[in-house]
């Protein structure tokens, strides 16, 4: 099954949704620190390589180009970048799926997640948003952010207290099918 | 309301040796203090070595003294619990059925003293182990391996007896050695010398400028090079045959086991079924004498703080004809006869020439933009150098699956197959960058606990999909082979 809004195909009984819009307000003004701080290191850069070799204007017009550069690139990525993130989970696994440039899909199966947090930041708490950790014994872990509390919260009470599916393989299951149908 | 057990205390201690033991480690820590005091007394300053060696004898048998009187361990029940008592109070419980390996060590000094570290790892280890016990006399630190290790045979697992399944002779070593030339870190340590030999205040840079300047005929340059590789290649035979010596490698009730070293001895205890990911990999060097490099990863051990050139090494040299054989003990049901190779599209030609062209473009341009003069010509040359390892690099890319196995392979100078159970695949992930999305291509990789991460790289994107797709209910459906997920 393919839909415009997924990368990849989909398999059955999933549904992939989007996040909470508030999430675009959080990096709205993530946005903003982000260009606050790149922009001093920037200037910091520039003072030390061009002082007194170049005219007396070039240093402040590099730095108002540099902060329209990442405050006008930033703001335009969050709409993208929101359109791509998806989440969403059935009996097997927990699926998320973003990127602009790059797309990525992960999932998790239930049956190996070691732990889940739920993080609040200031902005999220301002905005009422929470996002979802959910960790493995391996280095990939799944970071949903802009979920509202009680999706959130559900999000978590079904990935460590339901069960996840009862169909066990046998030991002997083959997987050669998995490339070739 | 449920009875709560007795609160029970771990009660075993550390050797008392352990203070001799942190004693000598702290002459080594502070050996340069030692040495710069004495530099500093010829010249004079002052007469009082006693004071100084009393000085540091007090500081390491205090230090000795508190770590052997606050340490406590022991098995209780079905955990092992390790508790420090004083300052920081810590106490650790690690049920023993998630032990993933138990190492004993013994450096020098610990073989001097007849002492052992024991180094216990979980999953969660990462690169430092759960819990190092620093000293344990020999029969204890065994004593101890012992019981952590005894588990439940797993169905995957053999129950056979003891088996040795290989042990190393020299002449294995010393292959091992000659097949990996430590020739670049010859070359390296005599490069930065070289401003040493030429006067204290030239460069490395002016050094080897100097030197390609002077009239030193190429003859010399030729046969210093010679002597340098000869020199690397020796080191490299010693330092295998050292570090290796007496490889053995025996198998028991489901448990590889381990030893190995001429100065420091290791001992590893790894239970197969907590084997996540077996490594076979080989040099260009090696694959024409026909040896492989073995090693396997447990979600958090079969690492080694001191060597991370040993992490997870299961065997330094394996005989080609002996791979499959070797790897059917650790994997005893991976049957080799259902394998079906899937090659990468040729058009992945492309994405792996743009990635090696961005590497070899830089360092083109960074030349041509030095050495303008006769640099110029690198840069047609890195694209074809870019365009012939693409070329190699895809064609060597396949992968396949057999039974609850998946293999991939990857690399035409340096080859490595990477074989993972996928029962032991912690999360899948399907990737698609710029490039691939304009040549209809994806990747999909396996993440592993503790293990490189397994890419079927640059595969058709719906034949990508779909594997990824059916492969998590797969993986989810096998949740109770294992009651930790790993």
């Known amino acids: 099954m393919q839909t415009p809004h997924h990368f990849f195909e989909v398999r059955d009984g999933l549904t992939l949704q989007p996040l909470d819009e508030k999430v675009k307000r959080v990096w709205v003004i993530n946005t903003f620190i982000g260009a606050f701080f790149s922009t001093a290191i920037f200037a910091a850069i520039e003072f030390l390589v061009l002082r007194r070799e170049v005219a007396w204007w070039r240093e402040p017009a590099l730095t108002i180009g540099w902060v329209v550069f990442t405050l006008t690139y930033g703001l335009s990525m969050i709409k993208r970048r929101f359109k791509s993130w998806r989440y969403g989970m059935d009996e097997y696994a927990l699926t998320v799926e973003h990127g602009v440039w790059t797309r990525t899909r992960l999932s998790i199966p239930r049956a190996r997640i070691q732990h889940v947090e739920i993080h609040e930041g200031p902005w999220d708490r301002r905005f009422g948003i929470k996002q979802l950790n959910v960790h493995t014994a391996g280095t990939a872990s799944i970071q949903i952010p802009g979920l509202p509390p009680e999706e959130a919260e559900r999000l978590r009470s079904e990935l460590i207290f339901t069960a996840a599916t009862a169909e066990t393989l046998p030991f002997d299951a083959d997987a050669s099918d998995l490339l070739h149908p | ?486």
């Not at chain 2, 052997?68 to 209780?76: A, E, K, N, P, S």
């Not at chain 2, 010693?238 to 010596?245: D, E, G, P, S």
């Not at chain 2, 990508?464 to 009651?483: L, Q």
């Open chain 2, 1 to 486: 309301m449920i009875a709560q057990p007795p609160l029970q205390k771990p009660t075993g201690r550390l050797d008392p040796r352990t203070m001799l033991l942190d004693f000598f480690k702290s002459l080594g820590r502070f050996g340069w203090v030692l040495i710069l005091y004495f530099v500093v007394s010829s010249r004079g300053r002052g007469d009082s070595a006693e004071l100084v060696l009393a000085g540091l004898a007090v500081f390491g048998l205090f230090g000795s003294l508190i770590q052997w009187l606050t340490v406590r361990f022991g098995v209780i029940g079905t955990n092992f619990v390790y508790e420090t008592i004083w300052l920081l109070k810590t106490e650790k419980t690690i049920p023993i059925d998630r032990i993933q390996s138990v190492n004993i060590e013994q450096t020098l000094i610990h073989r001097m003293l007849g002492l052992a570290k024991v180094r216990i790892d979980t999953a969660a280890s990462g690169d430092k182990a759960d819990i190092e016990l620093d000293s344990l006399s020999l029969a204890e630190a065994e004593r101890l391996r012992m019981v952590l290790t005894k588990e439940v045979a797993h169905p995957s697992e053999s129950t056979a007896p003891s088996l040795p399944l290989w042990q190393a002779t020299s002449r294995d070593l010393l292959m091992a050695g000659a097949t990996k030339n430590a020739w670049y870190v010859i070359i390296g340590a005599a490069a930065s010398l070289l401003p040493f030999l030429r006067g204290s205040d030239s460069s490395l840079l002016s050094a080897v400028r100097g030197s390609t300047k002077s009239s030193v005929p190429p003859q010399v340059w030729v046969l210093g090079l010679l002597g340098l590789l000869l020199a690397g290649w020796i080191v490299s035979m010693v330092q295998a045959w050292v570090k290796f010596y007496g490889f053995t490698l025996t198998h028991h009730a489901g448990r590889l086991h381990r030893e190995y070293g001429l100065i420091n001895n290791r001992k590893n205890s790894v239970p197969l079924r907590r084997i996540q990911c077996l490594d076979w990999s080989t040099t260009w060097l090696r694959s024409w004498v026909g040896f492989w490099e073995v090693k396997c990863f447990t979600a958090g051990a079969m690492k080694d703080k001191q060597d991370p050139t040993v992490g997870g090494l299961l065997c330094p040299v394996v005989p080609s004809n002996r791979l499959r054989t070797f790897t059917n003990i650790v994997f005893a049901d991976l049957d080799w006869s259902g394998l079906r190779w899937t090659p990468a599209p040729a058009r992945a030609f492309w994405v792996s020439f743009v990635e090696i062209l961005w590497i070899y473009g830089i360092l083109g341009v960074g030349l041509s933009i030095w050495q303008r003069h006769w640099a110029v010509w690198l840069l047609p040359l890195c694209v074809l150098i870019s365009a012939v390892s693409a070329y190699l690099g895809v064609r060597s890319m396949k992968v396949a699956f057999s039974g609850r196995f998946v293999f991939a392979q990857a690399g035409w100078r340096n080859t490595q197959l990477l074989i993972v159970p996928l029962d032991k695949v912690q999360s899948v992930q399907l990737v698609q960058g710029l490039l691939q999305r304009r040549l209809g291509l994806a990747t999909v990789t396996l993440i592993v606990a503790g293990s490189p991460a397994l890419h079927l790289a640059h595969l058709p994107v719906q034949l990508a999909s779909r594997a990824a797709e059916k492969a998590v209910p797969w993986i989810a459906r096998t949740g109770s082979w294992s009651a930790d997920g790993v």
